[in-house]
């Protein structure tokens, strides 16, 4: 439990103790946000349209007792948003080879159940988050059950002693279906890409196995596992959508990676999903 005083987050002011590191270093570069850097035991990030809505979730998540995000500490005097740093390792841009550890998976699995339970009940009423785009005519998959993070990638997770311990980088996070994060989150770690998409080094991999051990660990229904190869091929038509979009009106770094061919990726996502459904479905619910 935290004791230390929390002005409201829009008031909320990071004055660092006398003395404090001030030292900046870099860390690994994302795929969207540019300019995140530690300074000693804080992360600052660029403020956001979403800043306020994740730093009220945060609030929310530490009041939980959720150990596993990092704390909104206030805005620096340049502006940014300060956030703890988390100690552990997080992979780079292409996943190392221990990332394939199936302990880890499980322990992702674990993390984000715990995650969904701690954020039960968190309303965003004073600061909600930004809707996402939703193309004409797409069926909204994102009922505003809970909010949770929606983005938890390896770069996105913080491992110690080979353990998922920590998420970072709500800046997906919103409104959506605890089903919709945990699938998500499934298919950056089995990882869900078509075999012509996989990681350097990972070629050994099973995704059928790993995904089965992912839904074990985070404990989906028996309902959850046959409808996953038709959420997933839905969800990867919506991604196809909305990346296309965020590409072409945001720009930045949306741009650079439908640029290098992530449109492509997904859509031959779909299709491998959908080529496997039943093989999924088997390894989902075999025993
Ligand atoms: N609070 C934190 N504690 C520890 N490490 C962090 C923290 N925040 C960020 N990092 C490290 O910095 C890297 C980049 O930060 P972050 O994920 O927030 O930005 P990004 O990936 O560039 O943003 P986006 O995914 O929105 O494009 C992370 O992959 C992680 O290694
Ligand atoms: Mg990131």
Redesign the pocket.
Known sequence: MSTRHRPPVEARVYVPAPGEASDVEPVPA??VTEGVVRVGGTIRRPHQPQSLAVAAYLDWLEDAGFEGAPRFLGRDAEGRDVLTFLAGECAGPVPEAWVQSEELLASVARLLRRLHTASAGFVPAAHPFPPRYTPPGAVSPEPAELVCHLDV?P??VVVREGLAVGLV?FDLAGPATAFKDSFNTASHWAPLRDPADGWPGWEANDPFRRLRIFADAYGWTDAERHALPAFGIEAAALSYRRMEHNARVLGGGWARMWGEGVGGMIRRRGAWLEANADRFVDALTGR
């Open positions: 994302g795929d990638t770069q996105n980088d």
